[in-house]
Each structure stands twice: as structure tokens, then as C-alpha cells.
């Protein structure tokens, strides 16, 4: 029977053990490999990006993330490093369209 996966991709990357990478090609190397071990004989997998809009029944977590004052990065390529306090990063809502 054919089988098809719904991933929320933030929910997942944040998954992602960063202590042993440095840079988001990593990240997404790992990421990778987490979906493909998570999708093993997957027909289909849909990727879902999300974000905490302002009112949705998601902006209580929202408003806890953004109690961290947030890093924000102005290009993100395979080469740039991760910010030693990830938890800094994911807040900034631009970061998450450039990674």
C-alpha cells in the first residue's frame, strides 16, 4: 500500500542535534537524513512550512519564542556557521525564509 508523509519542517530541523555541526549545510545534511530514516518507503512526502502569525491559535508559542532576544543573519549558505545558542536564531522570522 502506498504510503505518504506530512512533515512540518521547523518542528523537525529543531529536532536536529546541532553540538556536532557547524554550519547549515550540516544541518541540513542531518536533516536530511532524519526525514529519509523517518519516510523509509515513503511514495509521497509533503513538506509543510508553517509560521506564528499574530492571533492564531499558535501565538502563545510565539510570544514565548520571541522572549529571546533573536540573532538575525543576513545570508545563510551551506557555508555559515550556527550560532552557538540555536534557540537565538529560530525567533527571527526572516532567518527561517533564508535557511
Known sequence: MPTGYIVVVMANVRK??????STFGQLFEKFSEMLTS????????????????????????????????????????????????MDRLWPSADNKELA
Request: hydrophobic letters at 30%.
Open 16 to 21: 536536529v542535534p546541532t553540538p556536532s555541526i
Open 38 to 85: 523517518m519516510c523509509k518507503n515513503a511514495e509521497q512526502i509533503d513538506l509543510v512550512f508553517d509560521g506564528y502569525l499574530e492571533g492564531s491559535v499558535k501565538d502563545n508559542e510565539r510570544q514565548r519564542r520571541m522572549s529571546k532576544t533573536p540573532i538575525v543573519l543576513i545570508n545563510i549558505t551551506n557555508y555559515t556557521r550556527l550560532p552557538k545558542n
